[in-house]
């Protein structure tokens, strides 16, 4: 069973993931492209676990041994003795595979090399690699530490062996349904909520409702945690739009093709919790404001 796991990513998918892991009580390796993006992601699971201490949902004992569980990686050499490596990089395929060409030469051949991707083929990912049978995708929902599903998607020659790891993984250790995915963009999470957060956006541009209603009518109708517009916003507006593209151009269908809306958003650099503004406010800790 994994007990030692590598994160490669420390963005907000990243974060949230090494935050999760740590809690479980796994020993986490964190790595990023910079010193400064590391030092951001570790102080940004600190004000996450400082959030949890002041709604009482641990101690501060606690924060301080899951703090103690997340390792810094300086560089992917530093991966070499975890069981379990997860990238969590930025939705780009030659980023992607670069990535993977690079862990395949430095872990050892038993390592299994997960991506935490929402869109891309983990048969083109594991092309990367000399041993594309230790590679498979594990799609966290964000943020990991909360959603109990965890989308399991093979590659045409991820092994057996692979599947049945990281299945009794997520289920036994990480306490998570694994739900088996067959390799499709947007698997399941991403293509349904991305198609409501686009139809969302539809109605806005209509003026059929204002983004507090549209989100209240869900909220409320469908006992949403957060209606679809905020949900695009912590997502981050950009990553929305990313998934949207990369669906429309791989499915060719219209109801993929993103709101202009969107597109309006991200070009002004409003991405949502990330950045402050999207469709709502937020604050530095990334609470509603507006």
Same mark, same amino acid.
């Given at each position: ?5 590598? %994160? ?7 974060? @949230? ?25 570790? &102080?940004? !699971? ?5 959030? &949890? ?11 301080? /041994? ?32 670069? %990535? ?17 991707? @929402? ?16 590679? *498979? ?6 943020? =990991? ?6 989308? !399991? ?5 991820? @092994? ?11 289920? &036994? ?10 390799? @499709? ?10 198609? /409501? *957060?686009?139809? =969302? ?64 958003? %991200? ?5 949502? %919790? ?17």
């Amino acid at each position: 069973m994994f007990r030692s796991i590598g %994160v490669v990513g420390g963005g907000t998918m990243g974060q @949230s993931i090494a935050e999760m892991l740590a809690v479980k009580g796994l020993d986490v390796h964190l790595t990023e492209k910079t010193p400064d993006r590391l030092s951001a992601a570790l &102080q940004a !699971i600190e004000t996450s676990l400082d959030r &949890q201490i002041e709604k009482w949902a641990i101690t501060l004992a606690e924060k301080k /041994l899951i703090l103690n569980r997340i390792h810094t990686a300086p560089s992917l050499e530093h991966l070499a003795q975890c069981d379990l490596v997860i990238e969590t990089i930025s939705e780009d395929l030659d980023s992607k595979q670069s %990535v993977f060409a690079q862990l395949d030469a430095i872990l050892p051949q038993e390592t299994v090399i997960a991506s935490n991707t @929402s869109t891309l083929s983990l048969t083109e990912l594991a092309g990367a690699t000399r041993h594309p049978e230790r590679v *498979i995708g594990m799609h966290f929902v964000y943020p =990991a530490i909360r959603i109990d599903v965890v989308e !399991i998607i093979r590659g045409l020659q991820t @092994s057996d062996e692979t599947f049945r790891a990281t299945k009794d993984f997520i289920e &036994q250790v990480l306490a998570k349904k694994g739900v088996m995915v067959y390799e @499709s963009p947007g698997f399941v999470t991403t293509r349904l909520i991305c198609l /409501l *957060i686009n139809e =969302a956006l539809h109605l806005l541009e209509e003026g059929v409702a204002s983004a507090e209603d549209i989100d209240a009518s869900m909220r409320i109708g469908y006992s949403f945690q957060h209606g679809p517009l905020e949900m695009a916003d912590r997502f981050g507006l950009d990553s929305v739009l990313a998934a949207l593209e990369r669906m429309f151009r791989e499915y060719g269908e219209l109801k993929y093709r993103p709101s202009i809306l969107l597109k309006k958003k %991200v070009r002004a650099g409003q991405l949502g %919790v990330k950045t402050g503004i999207g469709f709502f406010g937020y604050d530095k800790d990334g609470e509603r404001v507006s």
